[in-house]
């Protein structure tokens, strides 16, 4: 069955660089969420979209910013790296009000 | 604000006894309430949730229960086995479009 997909699986960036998370919903699902996990840390929330529009917002940096394109994938950009965006950055996917499935995550590294 | 409270941070248990993890929640209108498993390095996975209409729900070894008056739910892992070594995060869905997870549950199975 198909899942989320995030690209790229691992990324190093140095800092003040900008990267470029993706990730590609599983198919009919309409809802993504995207979340930073630092080490040994619970998920938290930064940003998610319904249809394409921005519906929830946590405790994402105004240097970060996203969007879900018409085909439903979604994009995360971060900007002006700093060392403390080393995480793993997970998206998630949802049909409305139903279980979240989430990609296998990637690694963002910042040296 | 939206928040989920977990204990215990870490839980040690002989294999074959139960483990059993609790959560809380802030909001009164959650009614969405999923466990996730994650493993070393791993993506959480979707393990059992439970909606705000019933009290509890088993799955083989595991059960989840709903008190929506006191605004807690428990995980129940019985017979535990070694496999089910992890970290167990709760997590309640907010306005629908957005899943706070708790701060997770470390859960050690010793054989």
């Known amino acids: 069955a198909a899942g989320v997909i995030q690209s790229p699986r691992h990324l190093i960036k140095e800092k003040r660089e900008t990267a470029t998370l993706k990730c590609y919903p599983i198919p009919r699902h309409d809802t993504v969420y995207w979340y930073q996990q630092g080490p040994g840390q619970d998920p938290q929330f930064l940003i998610s979209?319904?249809?394409?529009?921005?519906?929830d917002k946590g405790s994402i940096p105004d240097r970060f910013s996203a969007q879900q394109f018409s085909d439903y994938h979604s994009e995360l950009n971060m900007s002006s790296l700093e060392l403390g965006d080393s995480a793993l950055y997970f998206c998630a996917s949802s049909a409305l009000n139903t279980e979240a499935f989430f990609g296998q995550g990637t690694r963002l590294t910042v040296v | 604000g939206e928040n989920v409270e977990q204990h215990p941070s870490t839980l040690s248990v002989q294999e074959g006894d139960s483990a059993v993890i609790k959560c809380t929640y802030s909001d009164s209108a959650s009614n969405y309430f999923p466990w996730y498993k994650q493993e070393l390095g791993k993506r959480p996975q979707l393990i059992i949730d439970?909606?705000?209409?019933?009290g509890e729900k088993k799955d083989q070894r595991i059960a989840v229960t709903l008190n929506k008056t006191a605004k807690h739910f428990s995980l129940h892992i019985t017979e535990t086995q070694p496999e089910d070594s992890a970290v167990y995060f709760c997590?309640?869905?907010?306005?629908?479009?957005?899943?706070?997870f708790g701060t997770g549950t470390r859960l050690q199975v010793f054989p």
């Open positions: 997590a309640a869905l907010y306005n629908t479009d957005k899943l706070i």
């Open positions: 979209f319904y249809e394409k529009m921005q519906s």
């Open positions: 439970i909606r705000s209409n019933v």
